[in-house]
């Protein structure tokens, strides 16, 4: 069926909380989380929880020797799949949270408590780590998370979305399958595909879903997985969804024909994940990987898919020992770092859920269960329903005026000393203006932006008060900082130094 474009966003009065918590992306992923007020016995229960997914993945169901020596020089066994080698020694021993010797200092292998065990560069306080399963998260600035219905979930996606692809790895599939649990209602089964044979949706249901191998193979990924679900949305959605399983640089072909079959179609939303397979090689990653992606996204007509980049989860204690070096936190966050800066370059959105997920307890070190998850995937909710509206009208703001800076540069221009504050130039020469920063496009404008952000651009050049406040109160501060040059001042001012010609070539573009 056809899809109608989002509705025009209209800025809410500068002092409420809707526009102080605007932009998901960026104000909700930063917080804490902070333990509910549950009882012993969910505690117990939750331990016990874990311990079970923990063991069915090989790793011990007893984190501490019980002589209070801990950290990777005291390695506990975690099992593996090689007969030859059924058993290594990779996961570092942590000290038991019930005790007074809660803390560890990895440099001597022992539990402890008090500054010298908690608060040096090599220790770990073990009764610090929450269990999201059991926590809220709150961000600092005092926004809400809003919790979403499956009506309310499907109501608004369809009203706004067309289709969300994700693209990635298990981390992604996570993500994805978080999704479909809300939009089918259904947290114990909600994630599987809905013909799994009962005795697999038995050891697959609740937490399995996300954490347990052997239930992979049942968990829905495509569109027509999740067609067969009657549960969705109630059978009567209008937007699509699926994941796919491109979790490396190898297979990124893969992720570029997902995204080819989305040129063009109006809504359509792509989330995209990788990282820990490559070992975290930003570069491979970049010029392999997202790269080609952006570039294919931009050859799109009125572009849609929009674009999100997913950044890699921290890592956690139980992340086994012989991974540390190229998939530890250090080299995490150096990942993010470098894709973080191509994101921003590219005017591409970010998802940052590291800060997220420091200090939350994880199974096996890397992957999180329904917790975590589940915010994510209000944070999601939020920035679709909500945030992509101001952050694509900004994002076409700033690429506008990268545009008119690209345009500008290499127009015939007449410098005149009055209207330009630059020396004079006794013949036309193609200069580069700099007030604006370097900004470079790179590619037509017209490829990259979406026709209802074009509307709203020609509005506020019609109107240079309502694009200065708009910018001011919505975008970025970099956005900000050019909204005067969007104004309809600085259009007539570098009229004057274009010849009618360039003029007349130039308006044609808008």
């Keep these: 069926m056809k899809h109608e474009l989002r509705t025009p966003f209209h800025p809410p009065h500068p002092q409420s909380a809707q526009l102080r918590c605007r932009g998901a992306f960026k104000t909700l992923t930063k917080g804490k989380w902070e333990r509910r007020n549950v009882s012993d016995d969910a505690i117990r229960n939750r331990r016990r929880h874990d311990m079970m997914l923990r063991e069915r993945k090989g790793w011990p169901e007893r984190l501490f020797h019980g002589d209070l020596r801990c950290g990777p020089l005291f390695p506990l066994p975690r099992r593996t799949r090689k007969a030859e080698r059924p058993y290594v020694l990779d996961v570092q021993a942590q000290c038991d949270t019930d005790s007074q010797y809660y803390c ?9 408590h008090g500054d010298k065990f908690c608060n040096c560069s090599s220790c770990i306080n073990y009764r610090s780590f929450i269990s999201a399963e059991l926590a809220q998260w709150r961000p600092h ?3 809400q998370v809003r919790n979403f219905t499956q009506s309310s979930a499907c109501e608004s996606l369809s009203r706004g979305v067309s289709s969300v692809t994700f693209v990635g790895d298990s981390l992604v599939r996570h993500f994805f399958s978080a999704m479909v649990i809300l939009l089918t209602n259904d947290p114990l089964y909600g994630a599987l595909k809905f013909k799994t044979p009962p005795k697999m949706r038995d050891i697959c249901k609740g937490d399995s879903q996300f954490v347990d191998s052997i239930c992979h193979v049942h968990t829905a990924m495509t569109w027509r997985d999740i067609m067969d679900n009657p549960n969705f949305c109630d059978g009567w959605a209008r937007f699509q969804i699926s994941y796919v399983k491109a979790y490396k640089v190898e297979l990124a072909q893969l992720a570029f024909l997902a995204i080819r079959k989305l040129l063009n179609k109006v809504g359509s939303i792509v989330l995209m994940g990788i990282g820990i397979h490559n070992n ?5 990653v970049i010029q392999s990987y997202l790269e080609p992606a952006v570039k294919l996204v931009s050859t799109s007509k009125n572009g849609w898919p929009h674009l999100i980049w997913l950044s890699t989860h921290s890592m956690g204690p139980l992340k086994p020992i012989n991974y540390h070096r190229d998939q530890g936190n250090p080299a995490i966050l150096s990942f993010n770092e470098n894709l973080r800066k191509y994101c921003n370059h590219h005017n591409i959105s970010l998802f940052d859920s590291f800060n997220m997920t420091m200090g939350v307890h994880s199974f096996d070190g890397t992957h999180f269960g329904v917790g975590v998850n589940t915010v994510k995937r209000k944070l999601q909710m939020r920035a679709e329903l909500v945030g992509l509206k101001t952050e694509g009208t ?6 506008f005026c990268r545009f008119t800076e690209k345009m500008l540069a290499f127009l015939p221009v007449e410098l005149k000393t009055k209207s330009s504050g630059l020396k004079d130039v006794t013949q036309p020469k193609k200069i580069l203006l700099t007030k604006m920063g370097d900004f470079s496009l790179g590619t037509d404008f017209t490829g990259i932006c979406n026709p209802h952000y074009l509307q709203i651009s020609k509005a506020f050049l019609m109107s240079p008060a309502m694009a200065d406040t708009f910018l001011a109160q919505n975008c970025t501060a970099e956005a900000s900082r050019i909204s005067v040059f969007l104004t309809k001042p600085y259009l007539q001012t570098k009229a004057s130094v274009l010849d009618q010609s360039s003029l007349h070539r130039w308006k044609q573009l808008l």
């Excluded at 560890?104 to 402890?112: L, P």
């Design 104 to 112: 560890c200092h990895g440099n001597t292998g022992w539990c402890g």
């Design 141 to 143: 600035n005092g926004c």
């Design 280 to 284: 975290f090689n930003a570069s491979a």
């Design 394 to 399: 900004c994002t076409f703001l700033w690429m």
